[in-house]
């Protein structure tokens, strides 16, 4: 039995789902590593096969990561291993995405605050929760997001670029700034989506195109170096994206190359918006400079080309934009804007629908 959620209705393959066959319950995902080329699922038995997944990102962005997280405690649980050990080596899995550490959290409360033998129902009962909690958020940032853009954006359709994957493929629903995309082209508003490629790992020529395509988008795909020539020729009315954590004080760390996307937008006055839960929302993290980001293996980039033996590389996998080059955050709870440690910390606070922004 699969829990597939709102992509199936969509004809996206479910990017992460639960199942349980005779042999006992497993974990199916998604290769985003073998995407677009070809639709090939993992199946995860134990907790170390998913850190393994989670770490060459075949299951990869913020929500699905704590989805995925909250999922392996409750696959620990069921197959009997030591659930705070499961839980520990999840949660550290990747240091960026904050959804990761609050999904798992969330499961291994609910392990350890059920009554006895109950543990594994329990856990499995708040991955699932949190799933559907996702999906839903994507619909009501999609909503959000859409009336923001008829407000700021004027003249008729927009052209949006847009950096990384957001998507089905990171989420419980229809996703964050694709999300909105997609919400904006069934109202047959999109003139345009540039997706930029996204280097080195190319979330963006694979997976963001790979659902644009699948989604009959208007799509363009574009170099990340190019972007700027696009915002010359006047050709952006907005910048959508999603985020990985965001610090109490606005500052949102998404994949690299998003803050020199912010820098340009904001020469060239066009909105920087940026789509996310509030599970991405780290109220305990201070500011920017207080994220950790995630350094990744040089060969990711070296790899991409021919370079001279023994070449190092820069590989960062975020960059920090500040909350003054970001025009709005648009969450589940309503939107930010302007962003301000208060203002967002009041839609944290609030429930789906109480803020207006
Ligand atoms: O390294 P990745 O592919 O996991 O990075 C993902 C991103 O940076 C996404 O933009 C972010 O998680 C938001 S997904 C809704």
Request: proline fraction near 6%.
């Amino acid at each position: 039995m699969g829990d597939h959620f709102a992509q199936a209705e969509h004809g996206t393959i479910p990017a992460l789902r639960w199942e349980e066959p005779p042999e006992g319950p497993v974990l199916v995902l998604l290769d985003q590593t073998r995407l677009p080329q070809e639709e090939v699922e993992i199946v995860c038995t134990d907790v170390q096969a998913l850190v393994q997944a989670i770490r060459s990102l075949s299951l990869r962005g913020a929500p699905l990561l704590g989805i995925a997280g909250a999922y392996g405690v409750a696959l620990a649980a069921a197959r009997g291993y030591d659930v705070n050990d499961a839980a520990e080596l999840l949660a550290h899995a990747r240091p960026t995405a904050v959804n990761l550490e609050y999904g798992v959290r969330r499961a291994l409360t609910a392990f350890r605050d059920a009554p006895p033998h109950q543990g594994p129902a329990a856990a499995l009962a708040q991955a699932r929760s949190l799933h559907a909690q996702d999906a839903a958020a994507s619909t009501a940032m999609a909503g959000y997001g859409s009336q923001l853009l008829a407000e700021l954006v004027t003249g008729g359709g927009y052209r949006i670029l847009t950096h990384c994957n957001t998507g089905a493929l990171v989420s419980g629903g229809e996703g964050t700034a694709l999300g909105v995309v997609l919400a904006v082209h069934r109202a047959g508003e999109l003139r345009r989506l540039w997706v930029d490629e996204t280097r080195p790992l190319l979330q963006g020529s694979r997976l963001t195109a790979y659902e644009a395509a699948r989604a009959e988008m208007p799509y363009t795909l574009l170099a990340d170096s190019a972007a700027g020539s696009l915002f010359t020729a006047g050709e952006v009315d907005a910048v959508l994206v999603g985020a990985d954590r965001i610090a109490a004080d606005g500052s949102t760390a998404n994949k690299v190359g998003s803050y020199p996307l912010a820098v340009i937008a904001r020469y060239h006055n066009v909105p920087f918006i940026v789509v996310a839960p509030t599970t991405t929302v780290d109220l305990s993290t201070p500011d920017g400079a207080s994220i950790e980001v995630e350094h990744r293996a040089g060969s990711e980039v070296t790899d991409l080309a021919p370079t001279p033996l023994g070449t190092q590389a820069y590989n960062p996998a975020f960059d920090v934009t500040p909350p003054e080059l970001i025009t709005a955050i648009v969450t589940e709870n309503g939107v930010v804007s302007p962003v301000t440690a208060a203002a967002l910390s009041a839609v944290c606070a609030a429930g789906p629908g109480d803020v207006k922004g």
